[in-house]
């Protein structure tokens, strides 16, 4: 039974919740939602976080697809016929009933939503796969192409290479690697040896995988590059020179090795729309990983900073602060106060960071809430302490 039927085709649309795509003069995207614009940047809320990109870089912004109009909530029956036929002919493409599969979609191949016709325009190209109808498959692909999103174009290019690569429809080749030299499975290898056995979704599959792999690799891309690169020194010394109300996020010095790690992602996401996931939890633990050694270092430092380790000038006989001591003892709540805002900055950045991935990072984002409520706390009692204080 489809149930709820709209939260299961929004989990098959890859890319249509975003608001907007930046397409940037180098030929990376990033899809997001622009939160500012002024005449020298942009700031756009993506999954990866808040990013800055001068206007200089920005070739041009393509608004988001039409939205359905619809939640969650909203049952199968409910559902605009469009909806409807992609739905049902989702499932009899997992049963292999292509024809059925088909026949569901013919009526609705000039839908003028978008995001529903990008639907049923992959859904058709893997249909005629199935079936091995590749003059079809070619003139559709060649379209995206040419007129698709900036998703599309990277996902066409992909299964124009693989055929390129393998002009039988049989998998040899990813690039100029052998299929042997990427799949184990004896079983698979079968299947993979028959004739035109990119026909097979599993087969396929697996083609589009390691097409993936080789992309991040010619990307120079992998998470211990990434981390190499890392400075604590740097970073620590961005944190220490932090201006008040500026944003962390447009401060950081790795964060164009981040941008870029980020925009290989999202191409080989365009090829497959799960591919990745784990990959980006990992780049996320390692920047989080780097920035808990810099949150520790900061916080030594805040620790020595602290009133409550301060013992200010008294007068002897009555214990009362001194005008000298009311004084170093406002300073210190002063110094206190400087020293722990970059911190919170940082502790909400990483907050934000380890909240986008809760099944992986949910222990260190339980740690970062304690720290942060800790430290709220501490900001308080200073700031009581201090205002009761007069000079």
């Given at each position: ?207 589009l995988e390691e097409y993936c792999e080789q992309l991040l690799v010619k990307d120079e891309l992998s998470v211990k590059a990434f981390t190499d690169r890392l400075d604590v020194d740097k970073t620590y010394a ?106 919170m900055a940082l502790i909400d950045y990483m907050k934000d960071k380890a909240q986008r991935h809760p099944r992986r990072l949910l222990e260190v984002y339980k740690l970062l809430m304690d720290n942060h409520e800790r430290y709220d706390q501490m900001i308080k009692a200073v700031k009581r302490a201090r205002n009761r204080t007069h000079v």
């Amino acid at each position: 039974m489809l149930g709820k039927a709209l939260a299961l085709l929004m989990s098959l649309t890859t890319g249509a919740a975003w608001a907007e795509t930046v397409i940037l003069k180098d030929g990376t995207f990033v899809e997001g939602r622009i939160t500012l614009k002024t005449s020298r940047s942009i700031r756009i809320e993506t999954r990866f976080g808040t990013r800055t990109f001068a206007l200089r870089e920005v070739d041009q912004i393509i608004e988001d697809l039409e939205a359905s109009g619809l939640d969650a909530s909203t049952g199968f029956e409910e559902l605009p016929a469009p909806l409807k036929a992609v739905l049902n002919a989702q499932a009899d493409y997992k049963l292999k009933n292509y024809q059925r599969a088909l026949a569901r979609l013919e009526p609705f191949r000039n839908e003028s939503n978008k995001a529903i016709r990008i639907q049923i325009d992959w859904l058709v190209i893997e249909i005629f796969e199935r079936l091995g109808r590749w003059e079809a498959v070619h003139r559709l692909l060649k379209e995206k192409q040419e007129r698709g999103t900036p998703r599309e174009r990277i996902r066409a290019k992909a299964h124009l290479d693989l055929f390129k690569s393998n002009p039988e429809y049989d998998l040899r080749y990813v690039g100029e690697k052998h299929a042997r030299n990427f799949i184990r499975n004896d079983r698979v290898m079968l299947q993979v040896r028959e004739r035109g056995s990119l026909q097979n979704v599993e087969v396929m599959r697996l083609a589009l995988e390691e097409y993936c792999e080789q992309l991040l690799v010619k990307d120079e891309l992998s998470v211990k590059a990434f981390t190499d690169r890392l400075d604590v020194d740097k970073t620590y010394a961005i944190i220490k020179e932090l201006p008040a109300g500026a944003r962390l996020a447009d401060r950081l010095g790795y964060m164009e090795d981040l941008k870029k790690a980020e925009a290989s992602v999202y191409k080989a996401q365009s090829i497959l729309g799960d591919y990745g996931v784990a990959f980006e939890a990992d780049l996320a633990r390692a920047e989080l990983a780097h920035l808990l050694s810099v949150l520790e270092r900061v916080e030594t430092e805040i620790l020595e900073l602290s009133p409550e380790s301060f013992t200010p000038a008294s007068e002897a006989r009555t214990g009362r602060l001194t005008p000298q001591g009311r004084k170093a003892w406002r300073e210190r709540c002063n110094e206190f106060l400087a020293a722990v805002r970059p911190f919170m900055a940082l502790i909400d950045y990483m907050k934000d960071k380890a909240q986008r991935h809760p099944r992986r990072l949910l222990e260190v984002y339980k740690l970062l809430m304690d720290n942060h409520e800790r430290y709220d706390q501490m900001i308080k009692a200073v700031k009581r302490a201090r205002n009761r204080t007069h000079v």
